[in-house]
Nanobody, 124 residues
């Protein structure tokens, strides 16, 4: 079992930045690919970014490419999402997911564990 706890959400003005963090329990964090997804009100959860277990491979949704950066620190069992140049359309609850395989993945069903989410609100 893996438990995930997100933090770092909040309210920010458009153009600003936030850094989300996700801390995982368990001793096998370095074997899991990790991902960030988000869900806006009235919409389905959507992919944001993913990183392989070793941190060498990443992938991003087109809507955040060039603005968001995913990274991980296996020594600290953590994964982060640096979000810059935020837009009002980035407003959503952001979820951290862990996948019991090392390769990146962009689809929700490919993830085995989820955190409770952290709210990001971008004011225009």
């Amino acid at each position: 079992q893996v438990q995930l706890v997100e933090s770092g959400g909040g309210v920010v003005q458009a153009g600003g930045s936030l850094r989300l963090s996700c801390i995982a329990s368990g001793r096998t964090f370095s074997s899991y690919a990790m991902g960030w997804f988000r869900q806006a009100p009235g919409k389905e959860r959507e992919f944001v970014a993913t990183i392989s277990n070793g941190g060498f491979d990443t992938a991003y949704a087109n809507s955040v490419k060039g603005r968001f950066t995913i990274s991980r620190d296996n020594a600290k069992n953590s994964v982060s999402l640096q979000m810059n140049s935020l837009k009002s359309e980035d407003t959503a609850v952001y979820y951290c997911g862990a996948r019991s395989r090392g390769a990146t993945a962009t689809r929700e069903y490919e993830y085995d564990y989820w955190g409770q989410g952290t709210q990001v609100y971008v004011s225009s």
